[in-house]
């Protein structure tokens, strides 16, 4: 059955500091990972990974992929309050479908 | 364009009832899903559409039936509500069965 686990599921920080979540997955012919961020209403798309150990970046955030150990983490440094929100992990299967697996998602507090 | 649009934004049901949730997109895709998210399990697929006339199940379709008549419209209909059922559902579209873009959600609940 395909899979995917995101870690921590909360996370509590304070402005400044900087964030690493993690996500790992086990599904069938492996075709992409995408990270969103939801705050409160619909997920935003965030990073698209396809190839294993290159690094997406936006401003503070980026984002890896290890395709061998089936693993994705997602930085946020220097967090500010904006950037509480949870983000969700997605994997989608190697099919003419569409499809995502999303994991539970991790919730992200920024104190001030 | 106004990208995916759903509607209603909020419903309240009684158990047995039945609605459609509306979800329209005006960027021509050809991938349209169906999700429910509940507290701490993330987003579960529930049915999917590759294309006019083509619909497929997810993850937890129990409950839900789905058709796809045109491209732009994608209802997704509750036959007989129940408690369990009680979510937020969103709508997503996309184009390279990669990125999706999402509606901005429904909360239902049923009593």
């Known amino acids: 059955e395909d899979k995917v686990v995101q870690s921590p599921l909360s996370l509590v920080v304070h402005e400044g500091d900087t964030v690493t979540l993690n996500c790992s997955y086990e599904?069938?012919?492996?075709?992409?990972l995408l990270w969103y961020k939801q705050e409160k209403k619909a997920p935003t798309f965030l990073f698209m990974l396809?190839?294993?150990?290159i690094e997406k970046k936006s401003g503070r955030l980026s984002s890896i992929l290890d395709k061998k150990e089936l693993f994705s983490i997602l930085n946020i440094t220097a967090t500010q309050t904006g950037d509480s929100a949870v983000y969700l992990c997605?994997?989608?299967?190697?099919?003419?479908?569409?499809?995502?697996?999303f994991g539970q998602g991790t919730t992200l507090q920024v104190k001030p | 364009n106004a990208g995916v649009t759903q509607t209603p934004k909020f419903q309240v049901l009684k158990t047995g009832q039945s609605m459609t949730l509306q979800c329209a997109q005006d960027?021509?895709?050809?991938?349209m899903s169906w999700y429910r998210q509940d507290p701490g399990m993330g987003l579960r697929l529930i049915h999917y559409?590759?294309?006019?006339?083509?619909?497929d199940q997810g993850e937890v379709p129990n409950g839900y039936n789905v058709s796809r008549s045109t491209t732009e419209d994608f209802p997704l209909r509750l036959l007989s509500a129940a408690p369990s059922q009680t979510s937020v559902y969103f709508c997503?579209?996309?184009?390279?069965?990669?990125?999706?873009?999402f509606g901005p959600g429904t909360r239902l609940t049923v009593t």
């Open positions: 559409s590759v294309g006019a006339g083509i619909t």
């Open positions: 396809t190839s294993s150990g």
């Open positions: 997503a579209s996309s184009q390279t069965r990669n990125e999706q873009y």
């Open positions: 960027m021509n895709h050809e991938y």
């Open positions: 997605a994997v989608g299967p190697s099919s003419n479908t569409g499809k995502l697996i």
């Open positions: 599904v069938t012919n492996f075709r992409s």
